[in-house]
């Protein structure tokens, strides 16, 4: 994607102040000379954040303490880029930006607001650079959050080699220290190297969905041939069936050499010799009424039989006691007999009033009291005694209205019983008839959907012809995409990556430069043979030197092909290395000339680590002119001009090395 930064553009939050601009060659090397703790590191995250990035990385401190608004100016092909993002203060980003567009725009004085947000600013990006609206994902239901459509920020990660990647021997690729945007740079890999490109994830998807239709009808081929196997085993059952319920008119008895066709032949006309057959007319609801009726004839069953056991239970009790009452009575009269001869008054009349006792001559009227106590248990008895035959005349009248009662009601009760016999012999034929009705419909029913089955699964039946036509176009999608076709295009790329980054390798003097070196995509670093045959990865490699030297040789060897892909590369031409020469750069150089120590310098000049610096420029000088100046390259260094001014390709930027008088932050800014 042809995306270039001609300049960084930072507003002040005292808006009485000028803004800072940085301004870049598109042609060029372009080279921001700098003393420790200028702003030059900031460049990388100012970028990164004007782009959309889900976090400002950019250093807390007089940069963001004095800065409203970051800013870049981008050339995208003929089309101009104004992004503008507001500076978080206490959180970790804002989503407030101001983005313009056109062939040619004016960078404003002051922003006043915003016009976008990220997220609107990020899907225009999407759209510039032409990425698939498609995801990673085969499976729509288990999709991870890594397989989403891919992102212009997520190719960022082969733009920036900020100062602690740039020579790190765990780390080839920006932010691929955290595991979130790993996964996500080895999904997008393949799209990056052109081996997938947004046809052939098109393509990818529809071949994923004609699979996934063409197991759904393979299923239903299967589910049918199984139904009309099992059919073919009970097809002479079924036939004589049709015959006994008189759907088949005029069919002979099959014989024992019919084959399938020959029942076929005769049950195909069943659904038309259904609708010709008259059954019976049911009322609409006669079977709920009967039900009805049944349960409500059952419900008096019951009431009259609790009645009965009732009324059953009272007459026990009466009949009970009417027995009790006729032993009281026997008990009484035998006391009665036994008393007559007081009752009759003979010994009351004839017993003298007083006596002498005949033992002690004593006088007494003892013996006449005794006999009057006899006389009125006598009548208590004889009153008892007339009570029971009232009591027992009344009982008796009861019990008799009683027995009638329970007599009716075991003759209503046979009446209602004799009523639920005759309307359950009635119902049972109704439901009978009912079901021999449904029988019918649902062998009918049966019968249409194995004709179905057996249409479709014929030769020329249309589920067939839908698994044909499937399998046609998977055929031919399968010629124009395939996971091994992939694979073929990714090896091509790597094949030649791997042999630009030899060349890169011996220009930036790498110990055993000439050792094959293979981008491992899984691991995401570099792995490198030896000689001997032993396989190494970066990290097992020494020397931070060779680190560096792997790193850029890997991000310029990956830019050369990227630019080869024309309108399949989605990655945004341009590279911004944070000083490449750390390695053996030392402090003593990093300062103004004015403030070298001569002997120093001379010493530096005639080190080995001299050239080695050096070639880091050639290399990009190299790279630039082999690729006619498409793609652009930034490099923060404290590396003074004396040592790359004389290479072809460089551009000075704002021709003067940053010192604490004259940095990111204006001095006027922070006065």
Known sequence: ??????????????????????????????????????????????????????????????????????????????????LARREPRDQAQTGDMYFDEGAEISIPEVISAKN??????????????????????????????????????????????????????????????????????????????????????????????????????????????????????????????????????????????????????????????????????VDVGATNQVLNYISRLRKNEDEIILDIQSRREKLEVMKHFNYTSSSFKKAFQTQQVRLEVVNSGWLSNNLQQEHDCPFCGANSDSAKLEISKLVEV?????????????????????????????????????????????????????????????????????IEQNLINLKETEVDGSLKEAIGKIELELSILSKRYSTTSVNNKLQVALKTISNNIINYKKILKVENYSNPTELHLNELTLKISSKSGREDYLWEIGSGSNWMGYHLSALLALHDFFLTLNQDNYVPSFMVFDQPSQAYFPETIKSNKTDKNEDTEQLFRSSDDYERVKSIFK???????????????????????EIWGDIENMHYVGNERWTKNNALIPQEWIE
Not at 210 to 236: G, P, Q, S
Not at 388 to 395: A, G, I, N, P, R
Not at 619 to 641: G, M, Y
Request: hydrophobic residues 35%; contains cysteine.
């Open 1 to 82: 994607m042809d995306f270039k930064i001609t300049k960084i553009i930072l507003y002040p939050k005292n808006t009485s102040l000028r803004r800072r601009e940085i301004v870049f060659d598109t042609s060029k090397v372009n080279v921001l000379v700098g003393d420790s703790q200028t702003g030059k590191s900031a460049v990388i995250p100012i970028i990164d954040y004007c782009l959309g990035s889900g976090k400002c990385f950019i250093p807390v401190g007089p940069i963001r303490d004095y800065t409203e608004w970051f800013a870049i100016h981008v050339q995208s092909g003929n089309t101009q880029l104004f």
């Open 116 to 281: 976008r947000n990220t997220t609107q600013v990020v899907n225009r990006l999407n759209q510039l650079a032409k990425l698939p609206s498609l995801d990673f994902s085969d499976d729509d239901a288990d999709k991870k959050p890594y397989e989403g459509r891919p992102s212009f920020k997520d190719f960022l990660a082969f733009c920036f080699q900020p100062q602690h990647i740039v020579a790190n021997p765990y780390t080839l690729f920006y932010k691929a220290d955290t595991l979130e945007h790993r996964l996500k740079l080895q999904t997008i890999f393949p799209l990056a190297l052109g081996a997938i490109t947004n046809s052939s994830l098109e393509l990818k998807k529809r071949i994923k969905a004609l699979e996934d239709n063409l197991k759904i009808k393979k299923r239903e081929l299967e589910e049918r041939l199984k139904v009309l196997k099992a059919w073919e085993v009970e097809i002479r059952t079924n036939y004589v069936a049709a015959l006994e319920f008189g759907l088949l008119n005029d069919a002979p008895l099959p014989s024992e050499d019919w084959k399938l066709q020959d029942y076929v032949r005769y049950l195909k006309n069943i659904p038309e010799n259904l609708r010709k057959t008259s059954f019976h007319k």
């Open 378 to 446: 006598a009548k208590v008895i004889e009153t008892k005694t007339e009570k029971l035959d009232k009591s027992k005349s009344l009982l008796d009248k009861e019990v008799t209205v009683l027995e009638k009662q329970v007599t009716e009601l075991e003759n209503q009760l046979n009446r209602v019983r004799k009523e639920l016999s005759q309307l359950s012999k009635e119902y049972s034929k109704l439901e009978d008839y009912n079901q021999k009705i449904q029988n019918v419909f649902r062998y009918v029913g049966r």
């Open 619 to 641: 290399a990009f000088s190299k790279f630039n002119k082999d690729n006619s100046n498409k793609a652009q390259i930034i490099v923060l260094e404290h590396a003074d001009r």
